[in-house]
């Protein structure tokens, strides 16, 4: 019982780090050494568990797919995104640069953590490491789509979402940010319950995680270390995405007009990135939940020691 109470807060953790841009959920599995369990439990789910269930074998059934770990990580999930999201609007609203600066610890800590887990370091690993980080990097520049209801536009958001939001150090969130959609999904249809909005999301997103789990179970597996070193990347790199101050732009058509939501209000693009001119307030605040957010990361750690222990 302790260990799924364990799990449940564990997939509390990513499914806070799945709904806030520039932080991944598989980031969180990955630092509370869950990552490599899960990927293999979801992939589970083949011909041969198909079969054990509609033969009525459901014990067989629940001990092939892992059932109960899976469980406890996705109840985990599915509770904090549907509790979260309003406040998160709130916080979004308010107090934005606070809510980057915590998770600017976070995974400025994570990169540490992740990284310190590759057994060997070699020309092949470093290479992954410095591509890992280029191309979060990159991802972070890019300007994002107009906001897309249609049935297949939210269905790919779904798979693309997923996939990112289980890679650790690839942001989900941000992904439906670069794809439009990210109010649209986490905040207007979850808050609002749009069944239209959220069951095509769904549909892609069980879609991308079956389909992507093999694959990176297969690479995780073959290619460990390089696998580790990707991802350390990403997370380094995402840290271009969290950093709190940043001057917020407005999104803009080609001729210069304000391209605006469905509700009529604009929409903000990341900006440049800056430095703050005064030692205010704010800036003290931010500088602390900077620290929060490590401290948060290396306590995560120490708890996952020993229970390895």
């Known amino acids: 019982m302790k260990r799924y109470i364990s799990l449940f807060f564990k997939g509390v953790g990513m499914g806070a780090a799945n709904i806030i841009p520039g932080v991944s959920g598989g980031t969180i599995a990955l630092i509370t050494g869950i990552f490599e369990e899960l990927i293999n439990s979801i992939k589970s789910f083949d011909l041969k568990a198909i079969k054990l269930l509609f033969s009525g074998k459901f014990k067989q059934f629940a001990n092939y797919i892992n059932l109960y770990f899976l469980l406890s990580v996705f109840l985990g999930i599915g509770i904090c995104i549907i509790s979260i999201a309003y406040f998160l609007e709130i916080l979004f609203n308010n107090h934005r640069i606070l809510v980057y600066a915590y998770f600017f610890g976070l995974i400025m800590a994570s990169v540490y953590f992740v990284g310190k887990t590759i057994e060997k370091w070699s020309v092949s690993v470093i290479i992954s490491f410095v591509l890992g980080t280029a191309v979060a990097i990159f991802i972070s ?169």
Request: charged share 15%; proline share 4%; net charge neutral.
């Open 141 to 309: 520049f890019l300007n994002h789509a107009p906001e897309n209801e249609s049935f297949i536009y939210l269905f790919i958001c779904g798979i693309v979402a997923m996939c990112s939001m289980i890679l650790p150090g690839l942001s989900g969130s941000f992904v439906l940010i670069l794809l439009g959609n990210y109010e649209l999904i986490f905040i207007k249809a979850i808050n609002d319950v749009r069944i239209n909005i959220l069951i095509p999301v769904v549909l892609g997103a069980g879609f991308g995680l079956l389909a992507f789990s093999h694959l990176l179970s297969w690479i995780f597996k073959k290619f460990k270390n390089q696998t580790i070193g990707v991802l350390t990347g990403f997370i380094l790199g995402s840290l271009t995405i969290l950093w709190p101050w940043k001057e917020e732009l407005y999104l803009k058509s080609d001729l210069g007009i304000q391209v605006l939501k469905s509700s009529g209000e604009p929409i903000i693009v990341v900006g440049e990135r800056y430095l703050p001119n005064q030692i205010n307030s704010e800036v003290l605040i931010a500088i602390g939940l900077i620290l929060a957010g490590i401290f948060c990361i290396w306590a995560i750690e120490k708890i996952a020691e020993k229970q390895k222990a």
